[in-house]
């Protein structure tokens, strides 16, 4: 069965968001960016949410780069991307 693009971008953002972006550990760690909610569920992301994070995961600036301190693959920078810009 194939997956939706809701149900990809929940597992891409739980995989590698979550760990400073979720519901819990946004006001410390996540600079108040908040992208799951406590029912595990993609928050509501803006449109300048959206370009905000394309320009975040994309970027070659290790200062602004997304996520913080880890590496994201190529293929699942690319899904996210795609799957973002199709909201």
Same mark, same amino acid.
């Given at each position: 069965?194939?997956?939706?693009?809701?149900?990809?971008?929940?597992?891409?953002?739980?995989?590698?968001? *979550?760990?400073?972006?979720?519901?819990?550990?946004?006001?410390?760690?996540?600079?108040?960016?908040?992208?799951?909610?406590?029912?595990?569920?993609?928050?509501?992301?803006?449109?300048?949410?959206?370009?905000?994070?394309?320009?975040?995961?994309?970027?070659?600036?290790?200062?602004?780069?997304?996520?913080?301190?880890?590496?994201? *693959?190529?293929?699942?920078?690319?899904?996210?991307? *795609?799957?973002l810009?199709?909201?």
């Amino acid at each position: 069965q194939q997956q939706t693009s809701a149900e990809r971008l929940t597992l891409l953002i739980t995989k590698h968001c *979550s760990s400073c972006h979720d519901e819990a550990k946004s006001k410390n760690f996540g600079g108040g960016l908040q992208l799951l909610t406590s029912e595990r569920k993609v928050a509501q992301l803006t449109p300048e949410l959206l370009g905000e994070i394309i320009d975040r995961v994309s970027t070659k600036d290790p200062k602004r780069a997304m996520p913080k301190g880890r590496v994201m *693959s190529e293929s699942d920078k690319l899904e996210l991307i *795609s799957v973002l810009v199709q909201k």
